[in-house]
């Protein structure tokens, strides 16, 4: 047995959170796809409704896979802190003596990464599904790649937010919706820009931005929320 | 005020303590304090408060009045900090994760006694050989035993125990008693709370009578 220590430090914990999670993930691995599944069926039908025009796809292609992506992230929102909540955890995480921001960044930082980490390796079939430009490919993944952590962070907050309410699915995609809609907008702006041969580095920048910032303040907010939630 | 020889401060010293849900008061205002080596009971019938008056002790419930003391410190984020271990109706056990994965995700949350493999706890608490059973197998009387595992690594000293004989069959109840009683010889101290059914610990025991927001 490897001898953890008698008080838990930030590493230590982490390391205990991000444990559990690989081990859960590993135990129900056919949910862990869903996500992923859902956008490659979005795209895939959207590609089979549009039928074989190569130029009117390869347009619509950054919107497409946007939308795929983000929709497929909010389908995911409700397990972030849901199990959690219902077996007590979330309880035995308020009492651990490590930050409660902390542990809710690490959660939240699992939940990317098995849900829309898979995704991400996809991008390259559903790009090539909607004949987006190969050299569309490195901004498109980059937009991505910022994007989709910030879509996690911005979640995790509406979640923890509805993390007191028994059916909270629906109020959940109204709520997260508006603070998706800029990611939305300068995630796909940007590869529209690189389309017309502008440089995409003004969206992006905004796109690296919020994530930093979200960093910072999304753990902080969603541990109020789920102290709020818990009352 | 008697006090034992090994500390001068009491573990918890609760003074003037209120807890109102919707201006509606659900308990207090209580005075009590626990010393080492000391366990109160907290004794009511369903719905006085008991879990309330331990949720707020352990700071999941907030906008209590009156005053709490830790060790002497101020109740807050970092007094509570590795003092308190709480053990409440609902058990933070992962339903797809063995027995074992669980003692081990829980104290390396919560923190654990270096002196004690997970093993030997979830020996001591009758669960050898349930070790790689998912908990999702167990009974509610085991799931109890493992919270109870997850005690007793615990490196707090002062024990919130919420209704710890429920689900419990006899040994269950005697392993409980048991456990405090170890407990509290170690220096700790402990809050038990029961509706009155069961046998108290037999150790030095004070009681704290909850009835419908009037403590006696």
Known sequence: MNGSPAMPTLGSAARALVRRDLRLLWRRRGDALQPALFAILVVVLFALAMGSERELLARAAPGVLWVAVLLSGLLALDTLFRGDAEDGSLEQWRL??????????????????TTAAPLLLAVPLLAELLYLPRPLWPVMLLALGLGTPLLSLLGAVV???????????????LLALPLYVP?????AGSVAQAAQGHDPAGGLLLL???LLLALVLAPVAAATAIRIAAQ | MPQTPNA??????????????????????????VERGEALLVQGGNGAGKTTLLRVLAGLLDGERGHVSLDGAPAGPAARA??????GHLPGL???????ENLEYLCGLLGRRPSLELEEALAIVGLAGYEDAAARTLSAGQRKRLSLARMWLSPAPLWL????????????????????RAHLDEGGGALVTTHGAYAAPPVRTRLLELDDGAAA
């Open chain 1, 96 to 113: 651990a003596p490590v930050p409660l921001a902390w542990l809710v960044l690490v959660r939240t930082l699992m939940h990317w990464l």
């Open chain 2, 94 to 100: 992962k339903a797809d994760l063995s027995a074992l």
């Open chain 1, 159 to 173: 979640s923890a937010l509805t993390v007191g309410m028994r059916r909270a699915g629906v109020l959940l995609a």
């Open chain 1, 183 to 187: 990611v939305l907008v300068f995630g």
């Open chain 2, 161 to 180: 125990l919420d209704e710890p004989y429920a689900n419990l069959d006899l040994p269950g109840i005697e392993l409980v008693n048991r456990m405090v």
């Open chain 2, 8 to 33: 001068t401060v009491p573990l918890i010293d609760v003074r003037g303590l209120s807890f109102a849900r919707d201006d509606r008061p659900v308990f207090g205002p209580l005075h009590f304090h």
């Open chain 1, 208 to 210: 690296g931005a919020g």
């Open chain 2, 82 to 87: 590795g003092r308190l271990a709480y053990l």
